[in-house]
C-alpha cells in the first residue's frame, strides 16, 4: 500500500514512476531564472510607454508584469516559457493542466512566499526533500511540477 495520500491519486506515483521527478527542482530553479529574465524584459519594454516615469517604480512594474506574466502563461500551457524551455509543467492533484483558477491561485501563492522571504526558503526545502518535489504552494494546492511525459 503507498504511503502517500489518496488526493494526490492523479499525480504519477514517485515511486513507480520516479522520472516525473527526476530533477525538477533544478530545473524549477533555472526555470525562475528565465521567467525572471522575462519579466524585466517585458517591464523594460513597458517603460517607454510610461512616458519613462516608470524607471522610478521599476522593481514595482517587474513585480506586476512577472505576476501577469506568470498567470497567462501557466493558464494557457500549465507552465511558463521558462518551465516549458526546461521540460516541466504544473498538474493539479487529479493529473490535470491547471486552468486559471488554479494559475492565480498558485501565483498568488508563489508571489506572496517571494515577497516574504522565509516561506520561500522553507518551499525549496520541501522541493529538495518530498517524494513529488513539491513546494510550499504545491502541497497547499495538491499540485506538482512534473517532467512533460514525453520528455523522459
Known amino acids: 500500500m503507498s504511503e502517500y495520500p ?5 499525480l504519477p506515483d514517485p515511486d513507480r514512476q520516479p522520472g516525473f521527478y527526476d530533477s525538477v527542482p ?24 510610461t512616458a519613462f516615469t516608470g524607471i522610478f517604480f521599476f522593481p514595482f512594474l517587474v513585480a506586476v508584469t512577472s505576476y501577469a506574466y506568470r498567470v497567462i502563461t501557466i493558464a494557457n500551457s ?9 521540460g516541466i509543467e504544473f498538474r493539479t492533484s487529479k493529473g490535470e493542466r491547471f486552468d486559471l483558477g488554479m494559475a ?9 512566499w517571494c515577497s516574504m522571504g522565509l516561506p520561500q526558503v522553507v518551499s525549496v526545502i520541501l522541493m529538495l526533500t518530498t517524494a513529488r518535489k513539491q513546494g510550499l504552494s504545491d502541497l497547499i494546492l495538491g499540485s506538482a511540477a512534473i517532467n512533460r511525459p514525453s520528455d523522459y
Open 6 to 10: 489518496t488526493e494526490h491519486w492523479g
Open 26 to 49: 533544478t530545473k524549477r530553479m533555472l526555470a525562475f531564472v528565465v521567467d525572471l529574465i522575462v519579466g524585466v524584459v517585458i517591464a523594460a519594454l513597458i517603460v517607454p510607454f
Open 78 to 86: 500549465s507552465a511558463t516559457w521558462g518551465m516549458r524551455l526546461m
Open 104 to 112: 492565480f491561485l498558485h501565483t498568488t501563492l508563489f508571489t506572496v
